[in-house]
């Protein structure tokens, strides 16, 4: 499975960004959950959203929870993460990930086991 992330850029703060994550060469891409996990500069990297393979189910981490949305669109093989009111804090490398164990992806820690990368996109939130 390759996954691409896409959609990252330079926005100032209070502005939004759609990040895109297309796989390919996933026969059962809807068996997997997938999240966003970004690293910042000098920080450890984080899961900041997730989407559950089976109902849906989605998670994030507080301080993006009510301004990041993460969907799914299965019959694309894509998972979106619509982001607004972009703070400073936001800026990071954004990666996307797959695993088939939702347990595992909500519980991300820096260094975990997941299943695929992508390659980051980059989002920087300056004025």
């Known amino acids: 499975v390759q996954l691409q992330a896409s959609g990252g850029g330079l926005v100032q703060p209070g502005g939004y960004l759609r990040l895109s994550c297309a796989a390919s060469?996933?026969?059962?891409?809807?068996?997997?959950?997938i999240g966003w996990i970004r690293q910042a500069p000098g920080k450890e990297r984080e899961v900041v959203s997730c989407?559950?393979?089976?109902?849906?189910?989605?998670f994030y981490i507080d301080s993006v929870r009510g301004r990041f949305t993460i969907s799914r669109d299965d019959a694309k093989n894509t998972v979106y993460l619509q982001m607004v009111s972009l703070k400073p804090e936001d800026t990071a490398v954004y990666y996307c990930a797959a695993d088939q164990s939702w347990i595992r992806m909500k519980g991300y820690y820096s260094g975990s086991h997941m299943d695929y990368w992508g390659k980051g996109t980059q989002v920087t939130v300056s004025s």
């Open positions: 060469g996933a026969a059962s891409f809807d068996y997997y959950a």
């Open positions: 989407i559950g393979s089976s109902d849906g189910s989605t």
